[in-house]
């Protein structure tokens, strides 16, 4: 008695068993292509964040920089000063130890010294005594100026303040 062992075949001639078929399906071409664009938009989304923040860095940067350059000019001047000719709100007048007058003051959104521009888009300048009277002229005397400069451009609002002691001014 021979016995023979057939395999199994269902009835409607299909295998069980997967063909050797080379390729995707589409259902796994469509995962994989809505699972790069998932990964692409957060990566995008990542970069252009980053993007957005060194530019806006960069702008405020420039920004302090011109006001830095300012207000070192202005202090600069004020400390090397012979006389205080006179303190505006906005302004201030002085006299170099050659006799020059100097002057600077906030024209619309320019900072002036001698009308020659210094800075732009300034949006504030002012000029505070906080002791002393810096105004007399021919005595020797001590006085505090408080200096700040306000720019408005497109990194927002940036602000500088100081204080310049002055004495021994003539």
Do not use: W
Not at 14 to 40: N, Q
Not at 86 to 92: E, K, L, P, Y
Not at 109 to 122: C, E, G, M, S
Request: charged share 10%.
């Amino acid at each position: 008695m021979n016995i023979h062992f057939y395999p199994f075949t269902p009835t409607n001639g299909a295998s069980l068993t997967r063909t050797h078929a080379k390729g995707f399906s589409l259902i796994e071409i469509l995962s994989v292509i809505v699972l790069v664009g998932i990964l692409s938009s957060i990566i995008a989304n990542m970069l252009g964040t980053g993007l957005t923040a060194f530019n806006q860095a960069k702008l405020q940067n420039n920004g302090y920089s011109q006001l830095r350059v300012a207000m070192d000019r202005i202090t600069r001047e004020l400390r090397t000063a012979k006389n205080i000719v006179s303190i505006g709100a906005s302004s201030i007048q002085l006299n170099d130890i050659n006799n020059s007058a100097i002057s600077f003051q906030l024209a619309g959104n320019i900072l002036d010294r001698n009308a020659t521009p210094l800075a732009k888009q300034i949006s504030a300048l002012s000029f505070t005594e906080r002791s002393g009277n810096c105004v007399i002229v021919g005595s020797p005397y001590q006085c505090i100026i408080d200096i700040s400069i306000t720019s408005d451009n497109a990194s927002g609002l940036l602000q500088l303040n100081t204080s310049v002691f002055i004495r021994g001014v003539k």
